[in-house]
């Protein structure tokens, strides 16, 4: 189990590099996943053309998708976009370049799988078999068909088996014509793509440097202070518990005390250090409100807060008006006052 745990906090730490791992990965699976599929054209005029178009998107969308769903930043973005306002504002820019940086690793794998298939060549000519200039290509001397016998015949050109049209074209002549079309649009669209992420990752950060650095500066806190409040919410959750389930089995040992069963137990000696570790909230209620409030409205980012009691001062006494944005200023007069 410690293994385990520190190669989680392994990835924690190198989230970057373990998310560019992953996408590698995606890249390097959709290539042998197109490798091991079994392409079968149905040859037929009116199905060619979307199985050949579905075979090149559908695949590199579901490849996309899953992209954002391996990324851990998604729930963060997605939260940070949905907060309200409150005492702290949203900065427009931090959670535009989070989602670029998602969508830049989320699109390794789709481009793998369209430049693959455009190279392959196998969808390209199922697709637009039906579309071959038999004028140029095929055979001009023999007699001219209707224009839906045509495509039937032609739409049979993948289907080396069924085909049944060397008298108007020859089967590898159409093949030939429509893997050079397929690959010199693969190398067009690695070309573009290399050319782009050229000049995203180049040229990005020379001309907006400053709004580069803000926006990396606040995503990697965004991140941090997610973190941060998971292990305190979960350090207050194993005392609060802790507390809990002893008071439980002192109010049973009293109970059976009282029946003449045996001697109360005393509390442990590390319940003082549970107690330190509450902070103040030791009910329910008011820990559903602090969470609704932190939701709600996070405190600025200043460095130098009013400070609040840290002792238990919200136990046996009024509860203070938490309303959802209430400033930590008059937060702190109230405990003054009590």
């Known amino acids: 189990m410690d293994k385990f745990r520190m190669i989680f906090q ?52 579901i490849l996309f998708l899953l992209g954002f769903v391996l990324n851990n930043n998604v729930s963060m973005l997605a939260e940070e976009w949905r907060r309200p306002r409150g005492q702290r504002g949203k900065d427009p820019a ?3 370049y989070m989602f670029c940086s998602m969508a830049q690793r989320a699109m390794i794998a789709p481009v793998v799988w369209v430049s693959v298939t455009l190279l392959d060549g196998k969808c390209i000519t199922c697709a637009f078999c039906t579309s071959v200039p038999v004028e140029t290509l095929g055979n ?37 014509y429509l893997r050079c079309i397929s690959q010199a649009l693969g190398w067009c669209f690695v ?3 290399t050319m782009m992420a050229f000049l995203v990752r180049s040229l990005r950060p020379c001309f907006t440097q400053v709004a580069f650095l803000k926006s990396r500066y606040w995503s990697h806190y965004i991140d ?5 409040f998971d292990e305190t919410c979960a350090e207050h959750a194993k005392s609060f518990a802790k507390i809990c389930i002893q008071q439980f089995f002192e109010g049973m040992s009293m109970d059976l005390a009282a029946a003449h069963c045996h001697s109360p ?61 209430v400033p930590q200023r008059e937060m702190a007069a109230y405990y003054s006052r009590v």
């Open 10 to 61: 392994f990835l924690q730490s190198n989230q970057e590099s373990f998310m560019n791992g992953i996408c590698g990965i995606m890249a390097l699976a959709s290539a042998q996943m197109y490798s091991a599929f079994d392409f079968n054209c149905p040859c037929l005029p009116h199905y060619n053309l979307a199985y050949g178009l579905g075979i090149l998107l559908v695949p590199p969308f």
């Open 140 to 176: 001009t001397s023999h007699p001219r068909l209707s224009q839906g016998e045509m495509k039937r015949v032609l739409a049979r050109i993948p289907c080396k088996d069924i085909y049944d049209g060397q008298e108007f074209i020859a089967n590898e002549v159409a093949i030939r």
């Open 191 to 193: 070309l573009l793509m």
């Open 265 to 325: 137990r005393k509390a442990p000696a590390d319940a003082g250090e549970a107690t330190e570790k509450l902070l103040g909230i030791t009910d329910q209620g008011t820990m559903n409100m602090a969470l609704k409030s932190w939701h709600r409205c996070k405190p600025p980012l200043h460095l130098h807060p009013p400070a609040l009691p840290s002792s238990n001062g919200w136990a046996g006494k009024e509860q203070p008006p938490m309303h959802p944005c």
């Open 224 to 228: 941090i202070e997610r973190k941060l």
């Open 94 to 96: 931090v959670l535009r």
